[in-house]
């Protein structure tokens, strides 16, 4: 009836967990009553759940991200204090078996439902804006690509409470994925929850793609979209050509652990080579779908923060689109002391270190930005500033792991860790505290405490480099990852060290909290009135902040690659808008629950494939496919916006614009 | 050729600083630990391998700092000097476009990458994993089995093996083939040089040497299971004849790897203390690699068994 499910499952003898799982159940449980208190679940239902608003999907992403940033950095500061105690004769407190799991989680949450879902969170919510468009090209599509991921992500975190999780490593690299070594449900866990996320990954991309190349304000060609827009279509494009790989990678491990076959297994003639070389060829170019968005944040950040357009525009989207497809060319890299023969290594190796060169010039494009400018040194530019020195010493490190000889001696060592946790935080986690500060005005109306994002900064910045400097001495040590017991004691001093500098960025996370409870708190002295309180260029400043569902009455003529720059120092040179355009009644998609029940069916299949109970897999198999027939015989799919509605609230945004742009024709 | 030649120039500039730092590491370590200078991994090679990979390391960073150090001054200075409050720097508000600035900052990363690619492509060759090393002595020929999870090193040349402790003569190339009986791991003694993968059904090649006589710590650098961290191993560099001593002193005495002792050996353990065997049944690694020798003769749940799940 239950398959291989029963009691034994939750960790009754097992405190850590079942003390972490009581805690997370009763905070889920206050929420929920919290809600029902204040009596908002119909408000969350119809204005976020079931949404279509691009805007407020974006903000669904960000928020799971959240949501797990915090659950991922639980797993770290649960390693580093594992390795500061396990050293010489002692064990820790965590059995391997145990920590195994945490580093496991760790890797498979922080990219998968950290990275992944913040940098689709930001895509989602800035590229319709700038480019001047209410919406994407498959509204609905797009909630059921959000819901796909938030289960992905729920049934990572099920295997907290029930069964266990994969104990392999974030790659789950075969033959020890494998059911002869890996008996247990852990990789199931891992398998099933990113097929369902991957699916969900895979629609966005498609959304996105399409966006970027078909739906544009008239006038943004293409050599007119902002650099983020870049960025997301490249990233977008990389999605969509590395994810199927992923996909299918996994399905073979599937295939091997359910139904025996032979892909990647010891025995019947399976090849273990094969999967590292198909998971890379997704897992490379993955580190750029991260990056490259990132990158996009940085470039609007330098612009509007140093007063000047971006150095070097088209240098930068040529750069962007070399990374692009380089990023495809250098997954070997991954695997030089497999013993590939010298010509093979030295081909992957050059490769690799050719991305430098685009990544080289962009760096230099941003500090050329600067050049010239009137840098105001705001939150988001600390970031930006922040980052251009860690990526830096980030992209040398990694320059010396692309060279093989190099490689072979600090490959998988902490030194490795300690190089892609700089790209990653330094490159990818500050652009999205610079993008979450510059673009949280935008999403909910006013703006984040300043000193306090200052303090958040720099507890990033100095607890980044305290938790990581001393993991690149012990990588050229010899000092290997995962580890679940130290064995020379005079590395200890570099563990201590390296577990205050993740207590440090722990301190950061908390205080994010704080300085969001505090700015909701506070929130009527920081409104944001204009709806573009950092004198940005780009469209998404053109409209009130929060802008309103279809985002612009009118979609904006774009003359120049500034679209909102040129437009507002038009006005304010001759201290007055443009002539009021010819309203029309706007049709918006209808709001949908497609998402949230195919998502709650792909759970339920999902759990029941990873317990091995196939009644129950095929009733959730059904179901889903059941919703999208049903929502593809519907009759009404969009509702329109009357026309007094869309002439009210264009004509007061544009007496708040008026007044904004004449106060600064005064000042200027 | 330029590329060495201006390595060469890169290593001597950086060799005085190698030693300065070298020193105020040790320095540092002894007067946390009282206890001299530990072992310092691939920064203290004692082979040729591990050497030629330590320089180039060093000549990596050197070549990249010099770019990147102007370049933070630079930011630094950018930054700070174009601040909105100053005054003195000029506002240049449609500046976004240079030919000249454009190819130069092209150039910069694109002839680091070429001098970079050149040394590269050249060391891929020059240190490769499979490639002998040179030496007017034969090299020794060592066979090395990863097992769950302890290191099997046979001998075929002495007709002994080693569990967890490789002994070697000093000077002379050690020639390694390299496979797993169960998952992957990876062979790595840092100050020795290159690591390689030890992957079930497939041999791979490795050739390296130590200069010094010592004891040197290895281990596995891939993970490989619950018992990954007890896969660390001592590697004894002896003086050859000691070491000729050694393997005839063993020859014969203990136990042997017959088809029994090593199915009860590949049960899985960890944190193995050594073991020597006197005597090897013939062609075992080949059985090995081929996979004929029972691979996992305990029933596999043993290798992972169901565990409780993971803390947050």
């Known amino acids: ?668 | 050729m330029f590329v060495d030649s201006l390595s060469g120039r890169v290593t001597g500039l950086v060799k005085t600083l190698g030693k300065v730092q070298r020193r105020m590491i040790c320095a540092a370590s002894a007067s946390v630990f009282a206890s001299g200078c530990a072992q310092r991994g691939i920064l203290d090679p004692v082979g040729p391998v591990a050497s030629a990979e330590k320089t180039i390391l060093i000549n990596s960073t050197a070549i990249m700092l010099a770019i990147i150090i102007p370049t933070m001054i630079a930011t630094a200075a950018f930054a700070f000097w174009f601040r909105r409050g100053n005054t003195k720097a000029k506002y240049r508000p449609d500046w976004e476009y240079s030919g000249a600035i454009e190819l130069v900052v092209w150039s910069i990363p694109a002839l680091t990458i070429m001098l970079l690619g050149g040394i590269a492509w050249i060391s891929s060759h020059d240190l490769d994993p499979g490639k002998p090393l040179k030496s007017s002595k034969p090299a020794i020929h060592v066979q090395v089995v990863s097992l769950d999870w302890k290191w099997l090193f046979i001998y075929p040349d002495q007709g002994i093996a080693t569990v967890n402790q490789l002994v070697i003569p000093q000077g002379t190339p050690v020639s390694f083939d390299l496979t797993s009986a169960t998952v992957w791991n990876s062979f790595f003694v840092p100050q020795m040089g290159s690591m390689i993968y030890t992957m079930p059904r497939m041999t791979t090649h490795l050739n390296l040497q130590a200069d010094k006589p010592g004891a040197f710590q290895g281990l596995s650098a891939h993970f490989s299971g619950d018992g990954f961290p007890g896969m660390q191993f001592k590697v004894q560099s002896l003086p050859a004849d000691q070491f000729a001593m050694w393997a005839q002193g063993e020859r014969g005495q203990g136990g042997a790897l017959d088809a029994k002792a090593y199915a009860e050996l590949s049960k899985p353990s960890s944190y193995v203390k050594p073991i020597t065997y006197g005597a090897v049944v013939p062609n075992l690694y080949e059985a090995i690699v081929a996979g004929r020798q029972p691979q996992n003769p305990v029933p596999p749940p043993l290798h992972n068994p169901p565990a409780p799940p993971a803390g947050v």
């Open chain 1, 1 to 668: 009836m239950f398959g291989r499910l029963t009691w034994d499952a939750i960790p009754f003898n097992q405190p850590i967990p079942l003390i972490t799982s009581l805690v997370v159940l009763m905070a889920l449980a206050v929420t929920a009553i919290w809600i029902t208190r204040n009596g908002w679940w119909g408000y969350l239902w119809n204005e976020y759940f079931t949404s279509t608003d691009h805007k407020k999907i974006g903000i669904m992403y960000v928020v799971l991200a959240l949501l797990m940033l915090v659950r991922g950095f639980a797993d770290a500061i649960m390693m580093r204090a594992q390795q500061s105690l396990a050293i010489g004769n002692s064990q820790g407190y965590l059995p391997p078996e145990h920590y195994n799991q945490i580093f496991s989680a760790h890797g498979t949450i922080m990219i998968f439902f950290m990275a992944m879902p913040i940098i689709i969170g930001f895509m989602n919510f800035v590229v319709p804006l700038q480019l001047g468009v209410r919406d994407v090209a498959f509204p609905t599509l797009n909630n059921v690509s959000f819901w796909l991921s938030a289960s992905g992500a729920l049934l990572i975190n099920v295997s907290l409470f029930v069964g266990e999780f994969a104990r392999t490593g974030w790659l789950a690299f075969p033959p020890l994925s494998e059911k002869a070594f890996s008996p247990g449900v852990g990789v199931d866990y891992y398998l099933v929850a990113l097929q369902i996320s991957g699916v969900g990954t895979t629609l966005t991309a498609v959304n996105f793609v399409t966006t970027i190349l078909k739906i544009r304000a008239p006038g943004m060609s293409y050599l007119r979209m902002p650099v983020f827009c870049w960025t997301s279509l490249a990233s977008s494009l990389l999605m969509l050509a590395a994810f199927p790989v992923l996909t299918a990678t996994l399905a073979m491990l599937m295939l091997d652990r359910y139904l025996g076959f032979h892909f990647f297994t010891n025995d019947g003639g399976g090849n273990s080579m094969l999967y590292m070389n198909l998971i890379w060829v997704w897992g490379h170019p993955e580190v750029y779908i991260l990056v490259l968005p990132a990158f996009g944040i940085y470039s609007e950040v330098v612009s509007t923060f140093s007063g000047k357009p971006l150095f070097g525009y088209r240098s930068m989207i040529f750069a962007t689109l070399a990374i692009c497809i380089l990023s495809f060319t250098v997954w070997l890299h991954h695997f030089f002391t497999m013993g590939a023969g010298a010509d093979v290594n030295a081909v992957f190796g050059i490769a690799s270190m050719l991305i430098g060169i685009p990544t080289g010039v962009k760096i230099y494009n941003w500090l050329f930005t600067m050049y010239g400018g009137r840098v105001r040194f705001t939150v988001p530019m600390h970031y930006a500033i922040g980052f251009m020195f860690t990526f830096v010493i980030g992209g040398l490190t990694g320059i010396l792991l692309a060279m093989p000889p190099v490689d072979f001696v600090v490959h998988n060592s902490l030194f490795l860790v300690a190089h892609f946790h700089q790209v990653i935080i330094g490159g990818v986690v500050f652009a999205v505290m610079a993008g979450y500060t510059y673009w949280f005005p935008k999403a909910f109306g006013f703006t984040l405490d300043e000193r306090l994002g200052k303090a958040v900064f720099w507890c990033w910045f100095i607890g980044f480099h305290l938790a990581f400097m001393p993991l690149y001495v012990l990588g050229l040590w010899g000092a290997t990852r995962r580890m679940q017991h130290i064995p020379d004691p005079t590395w200890a001093p570099y563990l201590d060290v390296a577990f205050v500098g993740a207590a440090i960025i722990g301190l950061g996370i908390v205080l994010t909290v704080v300085q969001l409870l505090y700015s909701i708190k506070t929130r009527d002295q920081r409104r944001d009135v204009t709806g573009d309180p950092w004198d940005g260029r780009t469209l998404e400043w053109l409209t009130l902040s929060p802008p309103p569902h279809y985002n612009f009455a009118v979609l904006p003529d774009v003359h120049g690659e500034e679209a909102y720059w040129t437009r507002k120092q038009t006005a304010i040179k001759q201290d007055q808008l443009i002539a009021e355009p010819n309203y029309q009644p706007i049709e918006m998609p209808l709001h949908s629950p497609t998402g949230v029940i195919v998502a709650f069916f792909a759970s339920v299949c999902g759990f029941a494939i990873i317990w091995y109970i196939w009644w129950l897999a095929i009733l959730g198999l059904v179901g889903a496919f059941a919703v999208f027939v049903w929502y593809a015989w519907r009759d009404e799919h969009e509702h329109v916006i009357p026309l007094e509605e869309v002439i009210a609230n264009a004509r007061e945004r544009r007496r708040i614009r008026k007044e904004h742009l004449h106060n600064l024709s005064q000042s200027v």
